[in-house]
C-alpha cells in the first residue's frame, strides 16, 4: 500500500473515532429535546363549524287544494309585499263546489221556512184545541192529537234549522277553500324559491305528511348562519356568545355575528356513521345587500377568553397511564390515565400531571401543577412518546435557533 493511501485511511479512521467519541458524549448528556419556558400569554378559546346561510324569518308556501297552476306571477329573486299576488290554482272546482254549497243552503231556508209555517199552523190548532177541551167541546183524543202534531212541528222546525246552519258553515267553508286558490305574499320579502311552473299540478299534504313547497318567501334583511357543531363542542356554546362568520362567496371578507340559538337535541342522521351534531344559530349583524340562502359559511364562535392565563403549547401534553402505588389497585371506574407534561430538572425529563382549562388555537391553559417559569419539553413527538421520567435530557439548542429565525 502506498504512502498517500496509509495517510487517507489514517485520517478517515481519526476521523471515525472523533465523531464515535462526540456521540458518546452527546448519549452521556441524554436524549436532545425541544424546549420552552412555562410562561403567560392571552388565551382565547373559539368553537369552529360549517353551515348555510339562511333568513331569520321565512315562509314556505304550500297548496292547501289540489289542482293545476293557471296563473304565476312571480321568479326567484323578485321583491314581494304583504298581500301581493303570487299565484292561482285552477279555481272552477272550488267555485263549483261553491255554487253547490250556496244552492243547499238556498234549499235548507226553504225547508225551514215551511216547517216554521206549518209549526205557527199546529201551534194555533193546539191552543184553540186547548180552548175547547175546557169547554168540554173536543174529546181527549182530538186533544192529544192536536199536541203531537205540534210537538212534531217543534221538531221538524228545529231540525230544519240545524240543517240550514249546517248548510251555512258549508257555505263558509266553500269559500275558504276557494279562497286556497288564490295564493298572495304572507309578509314583505324575496322570493328565495320557486318549485312549480305554470300548468303544473299542485298537490296539498295528507294527513302527516306536508305538501310541496311551492314557493318561499324570505325577509333577508336579517340572516343567519346555521350551524353544525360537533357534540364535543356543543356544552361550551352559549346564547349571546360573539362570532366571526366567513361566507365562501364573500372571500376575504369576516362578518360579525351573535349566537342566538343552540339546539337541544342531535340533529337526525342520514346514515349511522355521521358523526353526532347540534344546530347552533348565528345572526350576523352586518350581511350584505346581496346575500343570499343556502350560501355555503363557516363561523368561529368566541367561548371564552383569558389574559395572562399560564398556558403550554397542545404538544406539550401527554397521556401517561396511572400507576398504583404498591399494594394498591385502581379502583373500578376511576381514570386510568392523566394527563401531564415533562419538565427538564437537574438535566433529567420529570413527569408533572396537570390540570387544563381554556383551549385557545395552539395553547392551553394550565389550571395546576405549574407556576410557571419551568422548563418544559415541547418535543419531538418521538421523544415525548418514549419518555417514561428520569432520563437524561438536553435542549437542542439548534431548535432553538432554528425557531428564532423563522420568528425574525
Known amino acids: ?59 314556505d308556501i304550500s297548496a292547501n287544494v289540489i289542482g293545476q297552476v293557471t296563473r304565476l306571477a312571480v321568479k326567484e329573486g323578485d321583491l314581494v309585499k304583504k298581500g301581493q299576488f303570487l299565484m292561482e290554482i285552477d279555481p272552477r272546482n272550488a267555485r263549483a263546489n261553491a255554487d253547490a254549497m250556496q244552492a243547499s243552503l238556498q234549499a235548507a231556508q ?51 234549522q240545524r240543517r240550514m246552519d249546517q248548510a251555512r258553515a258549508n257555505v263558509s267553508q266553500s269559500h275558504v277553500g276557494l279562497g286556497y286558490s288564490t295564493i298572495t305574499a304572507p309578509m314583505d320579502g324575496v322570493v328565495t324559491a320557486r318549485r312549480i311552473e305554470l300548468g303544473e299540478t299542485a298537490v296539498p299534504g295528507i294527513q302527516n305528511q306536508a305538501g310541496t313547497v311551492l314557493l318561499t318567501i324570505s325577509d333577508m334583511s336579517k340572516v343567519e348562519a346555521e350551524m353544525e357543531v360537533d357534540e364535543a363542542s356543543i356544552p361550551t356554546v352559549k346564547l349571546g356568545q360573539e362570532a366571526q362568520v366567513r361566507i365562501d362567496a364573500y372571500p376575504n371578507q369576516v362578518f360579525q355575528g351573535q349566537v342566538t340559538e343552540v339546539g337541544g337535541s342531535p340533529i337526525l342522521k342520514t346514515s349511522v356513521n355521521d358523526a353526532t351534531k347540534f344546530k347552533v344559530k ?26 395572562q392565563a399560564l398556558a403550554i403549547p397542545f404538544q406539550a401534553l401527554v397521556m401517561r397511564d396511572i400507576k398504583p402505588k404498591p399494594g394498591e389497585s385502581i379502583k373500578p371506574g376511576a381514570p386510568r390515565e392523566e394527563e401531564g407534561v415533562y419538565l427538564i430538572e437537574s438535566g433529567k425529563a420529570k413527569f408533572v400531571p396537570v390540570k387544563t382549562g381554556l383551549m385557545g388555537d395552539l395553547s392551553v391553559e394550565v389550571l395546576s401543577g405549574l407556576k410557571g417559569g419551568e422548563t418544559l419539553i415541547t418535543g419531538p413527538n418521538r421523544a415525548l412518546r418514549e419518555l417514561k421520567g428520569g432520563e437524561s435530557v438536553q435542549a437542542d439548542k439548534t431548535h432553538k435557533k432554528d425557531d428564532a429565525k423563522r420568528a425574525g
Open 110 to 160: 226553504s225547508q225551514v221556512d215551511s216547517a216554521s209555517a206549518n209549526l205557527a199552523q199546529t201551534k194555533s190548532d193546539f191552543d184553540r184545541a186547548k180552548a175547547n177541551r175546557a169547554a168540554g167541546i173536543i174529546s181527549a183524543a182530538d186533544f192529544e192529537r192536536a199536541r203531537t202534531a205540534f210537538e212534531t212541528a217543534q221538531a221538524d222546525q228545529k231540525t230544519a
Open 1 to 59: 500500500m502506498k504512502r498517500k493511501q496509509l495517510l487517507i485511511l489514517g485520517g478517515g479512521l481519526a476521523l471515525l473515532l472523533i465523531l464515535g467519541l462526540s456521540l458518546a458524549g452527546l448519549r452521556d448528556k441524554g436524549m436532545l429535546v425541544q424546549v420552552a419556558p412555562v410562561g403567560r400569554e392571552n388565551l382565547q378559546a373559539k368553537v369552529s363549524a360549517n353551515g348555510t346561510i339562511q333568513a331569520v324569518t321565512k315562509a
Open 282 to 307: 348565528v345572526w350576523i349583524k352586518n350581511p350584505p345587500l346581496t346575500i343570499k340562502p343556502g350560501l355555503s359559511a363557516q363561523a368561529d364562535i368566541f367561548t371564552g377568553s383569558r389574559d
